[in-house]
């Protein structure tokens, strides 16, 4: 369920999150929002620049869970990097689950992530966006309030 919120209309309330990143090779993966409250993922896009090979992404989600240790699951499907090119830059949108899928929840603690993959590639830089909603009024950091 969304805030309900009587001075913020409906595109107020959301918050853009990302990250910008230098040189970006095979194998590694870069925190991009740390949830700091309950949030809904609502849409995500991505642009590269200097693209060396085919490289391929991942948005993943580490959540601790008490008792049972940390556990990763992905959030969407693979992508390809799109390259900046004569008719300028070209934005990737993100492929997410479906509106309304329990992959698209954080919790307070989740830190989403971008994984690369691909073989020799590469890019020379990295931008992304996601853009999220908080899902309730109340909002706490780090268990204070």
Do not use: W
């Not at 698209?104 to 020799?120: I, K, Y």
């Amino acid at each position: 369920m969304a805030v309900v919120n009587r001075t913020l209309d409906a595109s107020e309330q959301r918050k853009v999150a990302g990250i910008k990143s230098g040189v970006v090779a095979t194998g590694l993966t870069l925190p991009v929002v740390f949830a700091d409250q309950p949030l809904t993922i609502q849409a995500a896009q991505a642009a590269f620049f200097g693209i060396s090979g085919s490289p391929v992404y991942l948005l993943t989600c580490q959540r601790f869970i008490n008792g049972s240790g940390a556990t990763v699951f992905e959030v969407g499907t693979t992508f390809a990097a799109r390259a900046f090119g004569t008719s300028g830059l070209l934005p990737s949108g993100i492929s997410l689950p479906a509106t309304g899928s329990s992959l698209l929840n954080l919790v307070s603690g989740d830190v989403l992530m971008v994984s690369t993959f691909g073989s020799n590639a590469a890019v020379s830089g990295l931008a992304l966006s996601v853009v999220l909603l908080p899902t309730q009024d109340i909002r706490t950091y780090f268990g204070l309030v």
